[in-house]
């Protein structure tokens, strides 16, 4: 299983550029979310989907969209890219809660953004 | 915000040595988690403990949770090189997760 993967690990954008960052799980979990990790703030949630079909906002969505386009996969939109959204994005998995245990997440590798 | 602090923000240590980091939440909570971060990588879970567990063993790790103080600790007993990392808290409302800002941990070998 590869867990977790992101596509892309690098992007350098110039202001107002638009692009989507991929997510894919392959551990047949329900929830996924989008995050933002900045210098000192920690991760931030951007979007979640506890499920497939459902998406809802979290800490910091403006500027962002989201797709849940089946179980496996949930990309993160930026339309018009902007300085503020350089940072490096995490997406995460987990399991349908069903007791102890299914409040773990679990994280890809990241992707780096730089927005000139 | 739920966002917890880590404390300290920077912890320096001997191979060998135990390394104590702490965690402290704002609201009640149902568990709390801990993961680890190597650099430029994800993060993987740790450890989970729940709301009505004071004290967690796995392994080399010990986790307190004081909730009446609205904190936790992790302890990272004879650590290792491979112990460098950043270590962050977790708690959850639900579906969302709210981590705090993380202790950069170097053992020094």
């Known amino acids: 299983n590869a867990g977790v993967t992101q596509t892309p690990k690098f992007q350098v954008l110039k202001t107002g550029q638009s692009m989507t960052l991929q997510c894919a799980q392959d551990?047949?979990?329900?929830?996924m979310y989008w995050y933002r990790q900045d210098p000192g703030m920690g991760l931030r949630l951007i979007y979640y989907?506890?499920?497939?079909?459902?998406?809802d906002k979290g800490e910091v969505p403006n500027g962002y969209n989201v797709s849940r386009l089946n179980k496996r996969e949930f990309s993160l939109r930026l339309e018009s890219a902007a300085p503020s959204q350089t940072s490096v994005y995490f997406c995460?998995?987990?399991?349908?809660?069903?007791?102890?245990?299914?409040?773990?997440?679990?994280f890809g590798p990241g992707t780096r953004l730089t927005v000139l | 915000s739920q966002q917890g602090e880590e404390d300290p923000q920077a912890l320096s240590i001997q191979e060998g040595e135990n390394a104590t980091m702490n965690c402290s939440y704002k609201t009640s909570i149902n568990n709390l988690q801990w993961y680890r971060q190597n650099s430029g990588r994800g993060l993987v879970h740790l450890i989970l403990?729940?709301?009505?567990?004071r004290e967690k063993h796995s392994g080399r790790l010990r986790v307190t949770l004081d909730t009446s103080k609205k904190s936790s600790s992790l302890l990272i007993t004879a650590s290792r090189a491979a112990d460098t990392a950043s270590y962050f808290c977790?708690?959850?409302?639900?579906?969302?997760?709210?981590f705090g800002t993380g202790t950069s941990l170097t053992v020094i070998p």
């Open positions: 977790a708690t959850n409302t639900g579906n969302q997760f709210y």
């Open positions: 995460a998995s987990r399991p349908r809660r069903v007791g102890v245990g299914t409040d773990t997440q679990y």
């Open positions: 989907s506890a499920s497939e079909g459902t998406t």
């Open positions: 403990i729940r709301s009505n567990e």
């Open positions: 551990m047949n979990h329900n929830s």
